[in-house]
């Protein structure tokens, strides 16, 4: 089977769901990942400028989507920007005539349906549901033949918004199995540096870096008033700009117990390091931080 799995860079979340299905289907299919918008991704680009310089903003359009009336779906500005990734989407899948389109982002099989709408779109169509809560927009994809779901407490949302319980399939997140794999906890930590009995606290917003680290840092570090031999691992993604203040700051206060990472590869073995992960609110971080057992607190959404 020829499988193409669409998905959108706005963070690295839902690349990594795209990778984690690709690795599940191993060998036995050709499988083919692309983004919505094509190499250039300059709606991608647009997306994460906004998050970064007007998150407040950027709530507030959140809040308002979520409000939509189904029967709008394809209305207002936030949708907008699925006309972008059309052209490419009707390119690859011309190009590797799949038998099956799996999507791993609302703004891809939005693209699709509203495709299939004009009927330039025949494929069988899914997507996958990567939240606990009701992100808005979702009602774009009734279109689609199947949603998989991590678990069947948010299908009454997704019922609301227009999609009937047959398309809706409780599969669970697709996390990488590398998150639930067994890893020697003091092996990590001497790897790291970090000395025996440390409380160990780690940090990480997203792919994109997005998210008031320095705000949190801060606050770790008020709270360990008693000198508990704390460190704190905060990995800044590809935020440069974070990553550098936060370096400066550090330096700056002779602050020596807080380490500061870029883009990562080894977030599990970071998390199995850790006695308490502060993560993000998005789906694929709080799956991933149930599957490696680690306590957890949400930072932010």
Not at 97 to 120: E, M
Request: aromatic fraction near 10%.
């Amino acid at each position: 089977m020829r499988i193409l799995i669409a998905t959108m860079t706005c963070g690295e979340g839902h690349n990594a769901i795209a990778r984690s299905i690709r690795d599940a289907l191993g060998d036995a299919h050709e499988v083919k990942i692309v983004d919505a918008y094509g190499e250039k991704r300059g709606w991608n680009k647009a997306y994460l400028f906004f998050v970064r310089r007007f998150s407040g903003l950027f709530n507030l359009v959140w809040q308002i989507g979520r409000k939509c009336k189904p029967q709008k779906r394809y209305r207002g500005l936030a949708m907008q920007g699925i006309r972008g990734a059309v052209a490419n989407l009707e390119r690859e899948v011309s190009q590797f005539d799949p038998d099956v389109v799996v999507c791993t982002h609302i703004q891809v099989s939005n693209a699709l349906c509203w495709l299939k709408i004009h009927n330039r779109f025949h494929k069988p169509l899914y997507s996958v549901f990567f939240d606990y809560v009701n992100c808005p927009f979702w009602e774009g994809s009734v279109l689609c033949d199947g949603v998989f779901t991590p678990h069947t407490i948010v299908h009454p949302l997704l019922i609301r918004r227009g999609f009937r319980e047959e398309q809706l399939i409780p599969t669970g997140f697709p996390v990488n199995r590398k998150f639930g794999a067994a890893y020697d906890r003091d092996e990590i930590r001497h790897s790291l540096g970090i000395e025996p009995g440390a409380f160990v606290a780690l940090t990480v917003n997203g792919g994109a870096g997005i998210g008031n680290t320095m705000g949190l840092i801060k606050s770790l570090l008020r709270a360990d008033t008693r000198g508990k031999n704390l460190v704190i691992l905060a990995v800044c993604g590809r935020n440069e700009a974070a990553k550098n203040k936060l370096t400066k700051y550090c330096v700056r206060h002779n602050i020596d117990n807080v380490r500061v990472f870029g883009f990562v590869n080894n977030v599990p073995e970071l998390m199995h390091a850790a006695d308490l992960y502060f993560c993000r609110g998005g789906g694929g971080a709080v799956s991933e931080a149930m599957e490696s057992g680690v306590n957890f607190v949400v930072r932010e959404g």
